[in-house]
């Protein structure tokens, strides 16, 4: 017999993914497990400004987000700077006309790097509710007309390169990063209400646990997490994973207890934690630290569960994506990877045809691997530990630091231009 709790946990848990429904792309990486993929595998291989485009919406200025996708509505986050708002844009799927935009005026000076203007964070959805975090200028939640459900001010978020994670839907919560910052909150918030059911600090960065092999910086813009955090079922219970300065850790993601601790990263994590088979990867940024930990620990598995790490390794800024206990992924300057999940190595390295820079993260699609560079040129790729494997390219020549979100047999594209719709 099944245990009563064990059929709990799976009913909330395949409750709260949606990544198994084709139709729908309701966060910046698809789902609460931050898998980049998509249960569609017959997705546009192809396309380019005159080529499978449905439909083109100019935007009005810069922005780094991802869409999301719910029905049949396409969700944007998008700064203002002439009105210092930073706003939540509503499209028709159908058409890309606008349906509405809802924003929050903030005037307070915010510091940012020139490469990542403000609402670089992108929406979480599900039915008839949207909730977007602006930095700054809070958190505010939405039904899916636009009207206000809540909205919430936590203060300003400190660092020299501004912010970028993404709040995550589980359940009945929300979960929100407010970071990077030296006051950095991971919080769970009340879905209905945005009232807090639990929170937890950040402590301060030690530079006496620096493994990285760097000399030691305490200017502020080498520390900090942009990591999105990713929810996973183990065996016997569900953890919230996230990628701090110098550890991975996991929460019970309905109480916030600290379920482990993993010690090995650097002090600044751009990626957000790939889950597959067990084993949880995550990569500092800029050559830092990549470790690989099984879940399901207690306390302190630095040395009980961390399977390997890889000091200054390949990590980026996009986040990759797994398959078979692969992990596929890029670095900053064009060069994609095939790693052991199990022992770290690298199986292949290749550059990507092309521009090639990239700050975005990869889609899953089947057995193809969908890229986006910031030049605005994809390539497909197979998904294979036998090598390198090019099946197609495109190139939309608009600037992105976005990703591709994919949805009901579209894949959806924000440039610094405009947001595309790619259909076959």
């Given at each position: 017999m099944i245990p009563?709790r064990?059929?709990?946990?799976l009913?909330?848990?395949?409750?709260?993914?949606?990544?198994?429904r084709?139709d729908v792309?309701?966060?910046?990486?698809?789902?609460?497990l931050?898998?980049g993929?998509?249960?569609?595998?017959?997705?546009?291989?192809?396309w380019?400004?005159e080529k499978?485009?449905?439909?083109?919406?100019d935007?009005?200025?810069?922005g780094?987000s991802?869409?999301?996708v719910?029905?049949?509505?396409v969700f944007?986050?998008?700064p203002?700077?002439a009105?210092k708002?930073?706003?939540?844009?509503?499209?028709?799927?159908?058409?890309?006309?606008?349906?509405?935009q809802?924003g929050?005026i903030y005037?307070?000076?915010e510091r940012?790097?020139?490469s990542?203007?403000?609402c670089?964070?992108s929406?979480a959805?599900?039915?008839?509710?949207v909730?977007?975090?602006h930095g700054?200028?809070?958190v505010?939640?939405?039904d899916?007309?636009?009207?206000?459900?809540w909205?919430?001010d936590?203060?300003?978020?400190?660092h020299?390169w501004?912010?970028s994670s993404?709040?995550?839907?589980?359940?009945?919560l929300?979960?929100h990063?407010?970071g990077p910052?030296?006051n950095?909150?991971?919080?769970?918030?009340?879905?209905?209400t945005?009232?807090?059911?639990w929170k937890?600090?950040e402590p301060?960065?030690?530079?006496?646990k620096?493994t990285d092999g760097?000399s030691?910086?305490?200017?502020?813009?080498v520390?900090?997490s942009?990591?999105?955090?990713?929810v996973?079922?183990?065996?016997?219970?569900?953890?919230?994973?996230?990628?701090?300065?110098q550890e991975?850790?996991?929460?019970?993601?309905?109480?916030g207890?600290?379920?482990w601790?993993?010690?090995g990263?650097?002090?600044?994590?751009y990626?957000?934690p790939?889950y597959?088979d067990?084993?949880v990867v995550?990569?500092?940024?800029?050559?830092?630290?990549?470790i690989?930990?099984k879940?399901?620990?207690?306390?302190d598995?630095?040395?009980?569960h961390?399977?390997?790490?890889e000091?200054r390794?390949n990590g980026?800024?996009g986040?990759?994506?797994?398959k078979g206990?692969k992990?596929y992924?890029?670095d900053a300057g064009?060069?994609?990877f095939?790693?052991d999940m199990?022992?770290?190595?690298t199986?292949?390295?290749s550059r990507?045809p092309?521009?090639g820079?990239s700050?975005g993260?990869f889609v899953l699609?089947?057995d193809?691997?969908?890229t986006?560079?910031?030049?605005?040129?994809?390539?497909?790729f197979?998904a294979s530990?036998?090598?390198?494997?090019?099946?197609?390219?495109?190139?939309?020549?608009?600037h992105?630091?976005?990703?591709i979100?994919?949805?009901d047999?579209?894949?959806f594209?924000?440039?610094h231009?405009?947001?595309?719709?790619?259909?076959?």
């Amino acid at each position: 017999m099944i245990p009563v709790r064990l059929i709990c946990l799976l009913v909330l848990f395949c409750g709260s993914v949606l990544s198994a429904r084709a139709d729908v792309w309701p966060s910046w990486r698809g789902d609460i497990l931050g898998s980049g993929k998509v249960s569609e595998p017959d997705l546009p291989l192809e396309w380019g400004a005159e080529k499978n485009v449905k439909w083109r919406i100019d935007l009005p200025e810069a922005g780094n987000s991802t869409p999301v996708v719910f029905g049949g509505k396409v969700f944007v986050t998008q700064p203002l700077s002439a009105d210092k708002s930073r706003n939540l844009m509503c499209f028709s799927q159908a058409d890309g006309s606008l349906l509405w935009q809802k924003g929050i005026i903030y005037t307070e000076d915010e510091r940012t790097h020139r490469s990542n203007p403000f609402c670089s964070a992108s929406p979480a959805v599900e039915e008839n509710f949207v909730v977007v975090s602006h930095g700054s200028a809070g958190v505010a939640a939405y039904d899916h007309e636009g009207t206000e459900l809540w909205k919430r001010d936590f203060g300003a978020i400190d660092h020299v390169w501004g912010n970028s994670s993404s709040p995550v839907i589980y359940e009945d919560l929300v979960i929100h990063y407010h970071g990077p910052a030296e006051n950095a909150v991971l919080y769970a918030l009340n879905k209905e209400t945005g009232e807090t059911v639990w929170k937890w600090e950040e402590p301060a960065w030690n530079p006496e646990k620096r493994t990285d092999g760097f000399s030691d910086r305490s200017e502020k813009g080498v520390i900090g997490s942009f990591s999105t955090p990713i929810v996973v079922e183990t065996a016997d219970r569900v953890e919230l994973i996230m990628s701090f300065p110098q550890e991975l850790k996991a929460f019970d993601p309905l109480g916030g207890e600290v379920l482990w601790t993993c010690e090995g990263l650097n002090p600044l994590v751009y990626t957000s934690p790939v889950y597959d088979d067990g084993i949880v990867v995550a990569m500092g940024g800029y050559h830092g630290n990549s470790i690989g930990v099984k879940v399901g620990g207690n306390g302190d598995v630095t040395a009980s569960h961390r399977l390997w790490q890889e000091v200054r390794h390949n990590g980026g800024i996009g986040t990759g994506v797994a398959k078979g206990g692969k992990l596929y992924y890029q670095d900053a300057g064009g060069i994609v990877f095939c790693d052991d999940m199990k022992t770290g190595k690298t199986i292949w390295k290749s550059r990507l045809p092309g521009a090639g820079k990239s700050w975005g993260s990869f889609v899953l699609a089947g057995d193809h691997i969908y890229t986006l560079s910031q030049a605005g040129d994809s390539v497909v790729f197979e998904a294979s530990p036998e090598g390198f494997k090019v099946i197609a390219q495109s190139d939309l020549a608009e600037h992105t630091n976005s990703s591709i979100a994919p949805a009901d047999g579209q894949l959806f594209i924000r440039t610094h231009e405009a947001l595309w719709c790619i259909e076959e």
